[in-house]
Nanobody
Framework: QVQLAESGGGLMQAGGSLRLSCAAS????????MAWFRQAPGQERGFVAAIDFSGGGTYYADSVKGRFTISREIAKNTVYLKMNSLKPEDTAVYYCAARIGGRRSTLTAYDYWGQGTQVTVSS
């Protein structure tokens, strides 16, 4: 069993930056692929970025490619999402997720979820 806890959300003006963190506890998450999803009000939860358990492979949604960077510190059981050039449309609750195996972009592929952290971007 893996527990995930997100942090780092907040209110930011458009064009600014934030870094989200997701700390894994319980069973070591070193063998897990990790991902970030987000859900805006009235919308379905959607894929943002994913990273392999080794940290060597990453994958991004087109909407964030070039602006967001996913990374992980295996020794700290932590995955990060650095968000640059934020836009109002990035406003959402951001969720961290984990799965055994390789990275995936589909929500149902992930077994463990955090509670989410709110990111609000003002124009």
């Amino acid at each position: 069993q893996v527990q995930l806890a997100e942090s780092g959300g907040g209110l930011m003006q458009a064009g600014g930056s934030l870094r989200l963190s997701c700390a894994a506890s319980g069973r070591s998450a070193s063998g897990y692929a990790m991902a970030w999803f987000r859900q805006a009000p009235g919308q379905e939860r959607g894929f943002v970025a994913a990273i392999d358990f080794s940290g060597g492979g990453t994958y991004y949604a087109d909407s964030v490619k070039g602006r967001f960077t996913i990374s992980r510190e295996i020794a700290k059981n932590t995955v990060y999402l650095k968000m640059n050039s934020l836009k109002p449309e990035d406003t959402a609750v951001y969720y961290c997720a984990a799965r055994i195996g390789g990275r995936r972009s589909t929500l149902t592929a992930y077994d463990y979820w955090g509670q989410g952290t709110q990111v609000t971007v003002s124009s």
